[in-house]
């Protein structure tokens, strides 16, 4: 079974900074694009940032561009986002997501794993 987990959510002020990771389990982690994405209250789910199973190509919301930052660690089977300059309209909760086996893609439809969601409050 395949478990994705969450962390290191928080609350933070406006500027500050967040390391999101989440740990995948139950699947071959080094061969899944895997993605963040995030929903905040009264809003859909929308996508933040996405890497291949390679690591080589990463692609993110333009909302996002130049403050996060998606890495991997196949040794580890985990993903990790880096969230920098955070501003209160990033306030949401976190979604990690692996996509199909050598597939890649930005669209929730596009993943078919899922975590439970890590909540990053950013206060102004």
């Known amino acids: 079974q395949v478990q994705l987990v969450e962390s290191g959510g928080g609350l933070v002020q406006a500027g500050g900074s967040l390391r999101l990771s989440c740990a995948v389990s139950?699947?071959?982690?080094?061969?899944?694009?895997m993605g963040w994405f995030r929903q905040a209250p009264g809003k859909e789910r929308e996508f933040v940032a996405a890497i291949s199973w390679s690591g080589g190509r990463t692609d993110y919301a333009d909302s996002v561009t130049g403050r996060f930052t998606i890495s991997r660690d196949t040794a580890k089977n985990t993903v990790y986002l880096q969230l920098n300059s955070l501003k209160p309209e990033d306030t949401a909760v976190y979604y990690c997501a692996a996509g199909f086996a050598g597939a890649y893609g930005t669209r929730p439809y596009e993943f078919n794993s899922w975590g439970q969601g890590t909540q990053v409050t950013v206060s102004s």
């Open positions: 139950g699947r071959t982690f080094s061969r899944s694009a």
